[in-house]
């Protein structure tokens, strides 16, 4: 499936997306030459953000959008023109299967995966009055290059400095550690989804980065989306400014 949707009749103001959500590769591409151990690491997909995206959903019975192939054959959380968007590289790793991509290429996985995810979180911030888009996302504890990430939640944005600031303190009351703009900065264009859906939706956004260290089975993403369901409904109530 090019996407999942789940929720799509609710009317709670938050949406919730997942543009990194599975690792996987249709069988005609041949994993893009990849072993499968390599798909399945963070490189292939964000570990544990889906399964922490459809908990969060759940418990805040909130609209939630999941992209429907690994972030290697064609990456939602990046725009039409960056060089990643089908990248030939990966965090140091080669991908065979992206070496040589020609026109018709791009243009088949853009029209099976990344078209028809885009579409639908344009048509769940149509669905009905909404106040917060939130990209989830989770990131490697240790990295291949820099420093070891020894934080647990980031907190990414560009436009709404206080709105992210209200969020960091609500994550931080649930016994996060929290950390604004990091491990990537919304200042760099890094959340190039929610921004982009968000603007043109006129709806604020925000992106999440979750250590994967913490979502390493299904009861700790379970643990850890009670506690940030519990950080995101006190934001939606904290902050009342509804408008972009």
């Avoid at 491990?183 to 921004?195: E, H, N, Q, V």
Wanted: glycine residues 6%.
């Amino acid at each position: 499936m090019a996407v999942t949707v789940l929720a799509p009749d609710s009317t709670s103001p938050l949406v919730l997306t997942c543009e990194h959500a599975t690792a996987y590769v249709p069988p005609i591409y041949e994993n893009l030459g990849l072993a499968p151990e390599m798909l399945l690491d963070h490189i292939g997909w964000d570990i544990g953000a889906a399964a922490a995206t459809e908990e969060i959903g759940r418990r805040l019975d909130a609209t939630a959008i999941l992209s429907g192939a690994s972030r290697l054959l064609v990456d939602c959380n990046r725009a039409l023109s960056d060089h990643d968007l089908m990248p030939p590289v990966s965090h140091g790793v080669a991908v065979p299967g992206n070496a040589a991509i020609d026109a018709g290429e791009r243009e088949r996985r853009l029209e099976a995966f990344y078209r028809p995810y885009h579409a639908a979180i344009d048509e769940a911030l149509r669905a009905s009055p909404r106040r917060l888009l939130l990209s989830v996302h989770s990131f490697t504890p240790t990295p291949l290059f820099g420093r070891v990430r020894d934080f647990d939640v980031g907190v990414l944005h560009d436009d709404f400095t206080d709105l992210a600031e209200i969020a960091a303190r609500c994550i931080e009351r649930q016994g996060f550690s929290v950390r604004m703009n990091e491990p990537y900065s919304g200042l760099d264009g890094l959340i190039f989804s929610a921004r982009d859906h968000g603007r043109r939706g006129r709806v604020r956004y925000l992106e999440i980065e979750i250590n994967n260290r913490l979502l390493c089975d299904e009861d700790a993403v379970r643990a850890v989306a009670a506690r940030l369901s519990g950080a995101l409904g006190a934001l939606l109530a904290e902050d009342s400014c509804a408008s972009f």
